[in-house]
């Protein structure tokens, strides 16, 4: 027993006995950002393990007693043996912060660990000092290498200018700190480093103008903090977490949105976390402000008239230390006259024009109790003394008398009134002629509706001012087969502007962004595809946004309609031909709208079936084709400058088919009642010299249309109103064609007409529409309120799912298509389209952008993403883009 119980007291002496196992090689570096006393710093501690630790060990740091904490920015334990991240580092406690490891890490023996500590202060006085280590494993803690202290720094006497934009009491501007932090100054993110400047007394800063400070390291030439808006008169800029300052690094503070204090010599401060004296700095000037100079107003152009819709022009210069800038959260407030109005439904937008630089700098909002605060854009700047020009389009006139209003900048901070200006009476539009013959003035025909009219003296109207004219129609008119409507500048001879479906009986013409019609112009607007009322004498009545009497215009008469005439079918292999006469009302046209409907017996087999074509006989021209059946029905339509006179014949070539026993049925959209006929035979409204023979028994069979023969050359037809944009066919190379209903190209021959809704592929030549021409893309054609607008349509890769893969090697990754010429056209893509009266142009689409080019010209790009239109000149283009 006595030999067992001393056995068991040596073995507890054993294992009791401290342990002789230590880590080793301990290092610190402290000097990044700053070695100087009192510094917020980061601590890197180094040491190598003699033992290995698994996820349950620990390691001790003892920092030295007189070291402190700043913000805590975390801590880190590295392998740096392994190049691998192994744990985490508490914020110290009383001087000693523990490291644990993640849960699946372990550490090596003879590994070397590196423990990075973020935001600790150096101690305060100048001297040697040492960190201790330890870890669990080996918890004898070692001393490190000794490390040093040095002496603090301050930064150097700041330089600050507040001139850009103003130096003038009471102006909105920007404070510009300059200075080198020391030697030992260096400052970091990493660190939680920070710079601390007090501004002068009676600066302040509002929360609605502030625009957010930064700090620039001129060294670097780098971007390495921000600062918040000061708290009465200290901002504390704090640094992005890689911002880094090395010693003697020169710093620049921007604060925007400063409002400056009272006229005087001003003082501002500055220091920082690595050298806590603060610096006061040189001294800078607050001056006396200015005011501007008194504004002028324009307002008629295009109209000055009480009610209208126009623009206010404002015209004045900043003072000597009136400059503005966008940086500085700058602005301008105009006050209106009383009354002025400002819907939202017609304000157009304001904008801030730098005169001087020829520059547009910012934008004005819609009014608000008649009063705008117009903003600068980030990149806008007014020097001082430059002249301005604002522009507000589509505030409404108040009552007629003369006028003042008022204009403040941030700056120059005296509101002063402008000169005087007029709101006259208005004046209404001349009574208005109406046209409707042209194609047909028949009850229940589809054409058009051309008015024509003169605004008065006052009544100039623009795109830019919201300008509008609207048209109230018939009641009865109607509107399914609407096609468009435009409104033209007759004294000028220019599109202006597009009309849409009318709704209640009434369209409101709108214009483009660019158009406008002069006081006194003549103005005629055409509605396209109107459905005529019943018969007898009707009117229409005209108002403009600047005119804005109601006016009626003269009678005009919806006549009875007429019937279809000398109906016959024929057999031409390999051509069957359907012959007829349009009435004396009868008259067909592309631009109205108009069609012929054929309605074949039932059991008629349509296999086969490939698009006619329709002839005017009487003129020799090809003016339309007739589309895919639906049921026992074909509808032919007319190309956009296809026309039929009233009276003349017409015939209508169409494939092999199968008729069933029984009669075909012809109709127009001019001449409405179907009227039949006997195939191989003769029928209809009027009678003819030969009865109609009775069909025979059986089907009769109608040979295959593959070839449509060369129509002889157009006959010029009698004066017409002026079509929509006329395709005019190939120019050179190839192009192909796909016609309404079909799948399959067909090569378009020199000179043949292209129906809207057909798809043109000129990727391999050139095509001319109307005065322009369009090659290198794959377009469909079709017409929106007079313009006739080409789509990109050339499927895209990879904009789309994974299931669409094994289509990807027929589509490509963008699209693209030129255009050259004179107009009205519009080419769209993805997310923007581009509208122009005569340019050349590049749209181009790929899956995540639409780029608009211009080489020659002016295009108004609609930005289809952002709601907004973009005007872009010669030389220049703009890409839109989708959300993000």
Not at 307 to 320: I, M, N, P
Not at 561 to 573: I, N, Y
Not at 698 to 722: F, L
Request: aromatic share 4%.
């Amino acid at each position: 027993m006595v030999r067992l119980a001393t056995l068991t007291f040596l073995l507890f002496l054993l294992l009791a006995a401290p342990s002789s196992a230590q880590v080793s090689a301990v290092t610190v570096d402290n000097a990044s950002p700053s070695a100087a006393t009192a510094a917020r710093t980061v601590y890197r501690v180094g040491l190598t393990v003699g033992a290995p630790l698994t996820s349950t060990d620990t390691v001790r740091i003892h920092l030295p007693g007189d070291s402190g904490l700043g913000p805590w920015n975390g801590g880190t334990l590295r392998d740096v043996t392994r190049g691998v991240d192994v744990g985490t580092c508490a914020a110290p406690n009383i001087q000693v912060t523990i490291c644990t490891l993640f849960s699946s890490q372990t550490v090596n023996a003879g590994d070397r660990l590196l423990a990075t500590l973020r935001g600790i202060i150096n101690p305060p006085t100048v001297g040697s000092r040492t960190v201790e280590a330890s870890t669990t494993a080996e918890p004898v803690a070692v001393a490190s290498a000794p490390f040093g202290i040095v002496a603090a720094a301050p930064v150097t006497t700041p330089a600050v200018t507040i001139a850009a934009p103003s130096a003038a009491a009471g102006a909105l501007t920007r404070y510009v700190l300059g200075f080198n932090v020391s030697a030992s100054g260096g400052l970091s993110g990493e660190a939680g480093s920070d710079i601390t400047v007090s501004l002068p007394f009676g600066t302040t800063t509002d929360v609605a103008t502030w625009q957010g400070g930064t700090v620039r390291d001129v060294t670097t030439n780098t971007d390495v903090g921000t600062c918040p808006r000061p708290s009465g008169l200290t901002t504390t800029c704090t640094f992005f977490s890689s911002g880094i300052v090395n010693g003697g690094d020169r710093l620049q503070i921007t604060l925007r949105g400063v409002t400056n204090g009272t006229a005087g010599q001003k003082f501002a401060s500055v220091s920082t976390s690595s050298a806590a004296t603060t610096v006061q700095s040189d001294p800078f000037t607050v001056v006396a402000g200015g005011t501007i100079t008194t504004p002028t107003v324009g307002i008629a152009a295009p109209s000055a008239a009480t009610g209208a819709l126009t623009r206010y022009v404002v015209g004045f210069s900043v003072s000597g230390t009136g400059g503005l800038s966008g940086e500085a959260g700058s602005s301008i407030s105009v006050t209106l006259p009383t009354g002025t109005g400002a819907d939202v439904g017609t304000w157009q937008g304001g904008t801030i024009h730098n005169v001087t630089t020829a520059t547009d700098v910012g934008t004005c909002p819609r009014p608000t109790n008649d009063v705008t605060r117009c903003v600068f854009f980030s990149s806008g700047v007014v020097n001082a003394g430059d002249a301005l020009r604002i522009t507000l389009r589509g505030l409404t006139n108040s009552a007629a008398g003369g006028k003042t209003l008022s204009v403040v900048t941030s700056t120059d901070l005296t509101p002063v009134t402008s000169s005087g200006f007029t709101v006259v009476a208005g004046g209404n539009v001349t009574a208005p002629t109406v046209s409707i013959a042209a194609p047909s003035p028949a009850t229940g025909a589809q054409t058009r509706y051309v008015v024509g009219f003169r605004v008065s003296a006052t009544g100039g109207l623009s795109g830019e001012a919201g300008s509008s004219v609207t048209v109230d129609l018939p009641s009865g008119t109607g509107t399914t087969g609407w096609q468009s409507g435009t409104l033209r500048d007759v004294t000028r001879a220019v599109d202006i502007g597009g009309c849409p479906q009318p709704t209640a009986g009434r369209s409101r013409c709108t214009f483009f962004s660019a158009g406008f019609a002069n006081p006194g112009d003549e103005l005629q607007i055409v509605l396209r595809g109107l459905t005529n009322a019943g018969v007898g004498a009707r009117t229409v009545a005209v108002t403009t946004s600047s005119d804005l009497p109601q006016i009626t215009s003269d009678p005009f008469t919806v006549t009875a309609a007429g019937t279809l005439t000398e109906l016959s079918a024929r057999s031409e292999p390999p051509r069957s031909i359907l012959r007829m006469r349009a009435s004396g009302t009868g008259g067909l046209s592309g631009e109205a709208g108009s069609s012929i409907r054929l309605t074949f017996p039932a059991g008629t087999s349509f296999a086969g079936y490939q698009a006619g074509s329709v002839t005017d006989v009487t003129r020799a021209t090809v003016v339309g084709f007739c589309g895919t059946p639906v049921g026992l029905a074909v509808t032919c339509g007319f190309f956009s400058a296809g026309f039929v006179n009233p009276g003349d014949v017409l015939e209508i070539a169409f494939p092999v088919l199968t008729s069933a026993p029984g009669t075909i049925g012809a109709s127009t959209s001019s001449d409405t009642a179907t009227v039949p006929v006997e195939p191989g035979g003769s029928g209809g409204g009027e009678p003819t010299p030969t009865p109609t023979p009775s069909p025979t028994a059986g089907p009769t069979v109608v040979p295959i249309a593959t070839t449509v023969p060369t129509p002889a050359p157009t006959v010029a037809p009698t004066p017409t109103p002026t079509p929509t944009p006329t395709p005019e066919g190939v120019v050179r190379g190839t192009v192909r064609i796909k016609l309404p209903g079909s799948n399959a190209y067909t090569e378009l021959d020199p000179g043949e007409g292209i129906p809207l809704n057909s798809t043109v592929d000129a990727k391999q030549g050139a095509v001319r529409i109307g005065q322009a021409e369009f090659y290198d893309g794959i377009f469909k054609l079709t017409q929106d309120k007079g313009v006739t607008v080409l789509t990109l349509v050339e499927p895209l890769t990879g904009c789309k799912t994974a299931k669409q893969a094994s289509a990807a090697a027929k589509k490509v990754k963008s699209r693209k298509l030129w255009g050259k010429g004179k107009g009205a056209f519009r080419t769209s893509g993805r997310y923007s389209a581009a509208t122009v009266r005569g340019t050349t142009w590049l749209v181009q689409d790929t899956c995540t952008s639409t780029l608009t080019r211009v080489t020659e010209g002016v295009v108004t790009v609609r930005d289809n993403v952002k709601k907004k239109n973009v005007v872009v000149r010669a030389g220049k283009r703009y890409t839109a883009k989708p959300k993000r």
